[in-house]
Each structure stands twice: as structure tokens, then as C-alpha cells.
């Protein structure tokens, strides 16, 4: 006698890319920028979602904290690579960071390849940070070049 499995599993429908109207009583699945609007909505929060305009006109940008990642995060985190490379970060003991010349010209010139390849792409605030940023790091960089090493005396110094 053939027995009769019962199908104890689960069902699997791909609903990508389909515009169909919810079934009666199937809620409708929300975008990320959706949620996180609800969310701050709930806790007292009544900013517009990301992308969307306040009534002064300015779009605000999505929160890191979130979990959406942001391309100034992107352009944050290699700063601080090249400030800690530059020796300009203080550890949470009081001591800094050691210098790494070579890192810091490497997170510098990754800054500098991204602003190139995202020229006429950015809004303004990203564009002002990523070339503001850019600016100090590398005089930062020239600075440390052309400083005298640590514990030699320069020309003009009395001995």
C-alpha cells in the first residue's frame, strides 16, 4: 500500500517584480523607506522619509544607524583612515594613532578617485564634504612630508 505523504512544509512564491493588488486581508509588503518613516512616526519622530521634502524644501538623507548605508559613511570612513594614517586620531587611552604615511596616501588617493569618477553625480553637501575633506587631508599629507623627522634639528636651529 502506497502511503500518503503529508506535505508538512512550507510554500514559496517569487512575487519579484510583479504589480499585483494585495489578496483580502495580506498585508502589503513596505519599502525600507516606508518603515523607517512608521518607526520614527512612533516614537515621536515626524520627519519625512529619505528623498521625500519638508516643507522647507530639503530632502533629508537616509540615517546610517538605520543600517542603510550612506555615500558620505563611505567617504567618512575613508577620512578617518587617512587621519589615523596621518597620526591625527586620539585612542581612547590619550594616545595617538602611529603614523602611516603610505595608508594615509592610500585613503587619500581613494578619496580623490571617487570624487573624480562621481563628478556631476553628488548633491551639494556631498560633493562640498568629499572636496573639503580631500583638501585638508592632503595638506595634512604635505605637512607630514615635509616635516623635519622627530629629534633632528632643522638649519635655523640653535644647538
Known amino acids: 500500500m502506497p502511503e500518503e505523504k503529508e506535505d508538512k ?12 493588488e494585495p489578496r483580502q486581508g495580506e498585508a502589503q509588503p513596505k519599502s525600507p523607506q516606508e518603515e523607517m518613516h512608521e518607526g520614527g512616526a512612533k516614537e ?21 544607524a538605520l543600517g542603510v548605508p550612506r ?5 567618512q570612513s575613508l577620512q578617518v583612515g587617512a587621519m589615523a594614517g596621518l597620526g591625527l586620531l586620539q ?22 578617485i571617487l570624487q573624480e569618477k562621481t563628478k556631476g553625480n553628488l ?11 580631500l583638501y585638508h587631508l592632503r595638506m595634512g599629507y604635505m605637512a607630514m612630508i615635509n616635516a623635519p623627522p622627530a629629534g633632528r634639528k632643522t638649519e635655523g636651529e640653535k644647538r
Open 9 to 20: 512544509g512550507f510554500k514559496v512564491i517569487d512575487r519579484r517584480g510583479r504589480e499585483e
Open 44 to 64: 515621536g519622530n515626524q520627519s519625512p522619509p529619505a528623498g521625500v521634502q519638508n516643507e522647507k524644501g530639503s530632502a533629508r538623507e537616509e540615517a546610517s
Open 71 to 75: 555615500f558620505l559613511d563611505l567617504v
Open 91 to 112: 585612542g581612547p587611552d590619550g594616545k595617538r594613532s602611529p603614523v602611516d604615511l603610505p595608508a594615509a596616501k592610500d585613503a587619500i588617493d581613494l578619496l580623490g
Open 123 to 133: 548633491t551639494k553637501e556631498e560633493e562640498e564634504v568629499l572636496r573639503e575633506g
